[in-house]
């Protein structure tokens, strides 16, 4: 009888020790998962001091107050939320389809809709957002004192040569607002169809070195560049407002993760992710060794603020010789 009650204690025993030490893995592997949580979280801040801090440096002081010199037309790229505070300044490019979606979302305070049920053409019709430069300039300067202001960049290359894949191959509109033009003056083509479907059923787009050179003549830049390819620096300003977050569409959902942290919006809804494939400099060069080496400067001078502000290595390989 002894004997059994012996078994049967050890039997308790050892299963409490089992229990504890399941328990113990258990802890140790959560807490594990949350010190990895932690210590991404604690880079990805890093990041955001340096690339702000990055900012303030390249400013050099020129920051200012926002003052009444700058016009209204140059907020058209600011979306508002006033439910949460957030200041959203879009670049096109730049993954701001699904950045727009996001906002819409927030402003609507819908947030269990499913963003990709949002169309492109919808969520580009502007009207179906709050902008900036629709307030008074007093409540102008509100807003951008007490609202988290953030935008997202993209390497200035790479957005360029999306920018042409995007409206210059394929692009009725685009081809008969700028395209047209630009194989008359660059492209040796005086007799190419004003139409974009005839255009394209014969192979006929301008080059990527026409497109280049349509961005470096001087009378493309008499007038702002089209918002596709026009400096990000210039569509927000960065050394006039400062911003709270600066994100990379290269590390587009950790930063994304992060900047729902910040707004304490990461149990509510999700950045959806894009499609964006990460670059290469034989991809970047598959572009460019077309373009004569003076034009690859003259272009790196025309983006060298972008390159500069947000922290992006200078192309060495397509500008020495």
Not at 35 to 52: S, W
Not at 214 to 222: G, R, S
Request: aromatic share 14%; charged share 25%; hydrophobic share 40%.
């Amino acid at each position: 009888m002894e004997a059994c009650k012996r078994v049967l204690l050890t039997r308790r025993f050892m299963g409490l020790l089992g229990f504890l030490a399941f328990t113990s893995l258990f802890l140790m592997f959560f807490h594990e998962m949350d010190m990895t949580q932690q210590t991404i979280d604690e880079k990805m801040n890093r990041t955001q001091n340096l690339r702000k801090q990055l900012l303030n440096e390249t400013c050099d002081g020129d920051r200012e107050a926002f003052s009444d010199g700058m016009s209204l037309m140059e907020l058209d790229n600011f979306i508002v939320d006033d439910t949460h505070g957030i200041i959203y300044c879009y670049i096109p490019k730049v993954a701001c389809t699904n950045l727009k979606r996001f906002m819409f979302v927030l402003n609507q305070n819908q947030l269990d809709l499913d963003l990709m049920s949002l169309s492109p053409y919808f969520i580009h019709n502007m009207n179906n957002f709050t902008l900036l430069s629709s307030f008074p300039r007093a409540e102008i300067r509100a807003k951008l004192k007490h609202y988290t202001k953030f935008l997202f960049v993209r390497d200035p290359f790479v957005r360029l040569i999306s920018a042409y894949r995007d409206k210059m191959q394929n692009n009725e509109y685009y081809y008969e607002k700028i395209a047209y033009s630009i194989l008359r003056r660059y492209g040796n083509l005086s007799q190419s169809s004003q139409t974009a479907t005839k255009a394209f059923a014969s192979g006929v787009r301008p080059s990527f070195y026409n497109f280049i050179q349509y961005l470096l003549d001087p009378q493309t830049q008499k007038q702002p560049f089209d918002p596709h390819w026009n400096q990000m620096h210039r569509l927000c300003q960065p050394c006039l407002i400062q911003y709270d977050f600066v994100g990379h569409l290269e590390t587009l959902q950790e930063d994304a993760d992060l900047l729902l942290k910040i707004l304490k919006l990461e149990s509510d809804i999700k950045v959806p992710p894009g499609n964006y494939n990460v670059t290469t400099n034989g991809f970047v060069w598959g572009w460019f060794r077309t373009v004569p080496l003076e034009d690859r400067r003259r272009l790196y001078k025309l983006y060298e603020g972008d390159f500069r502000l947000f922290g992006y290595r200078k192309p060495v390989e397509l500008l020495d010789a």
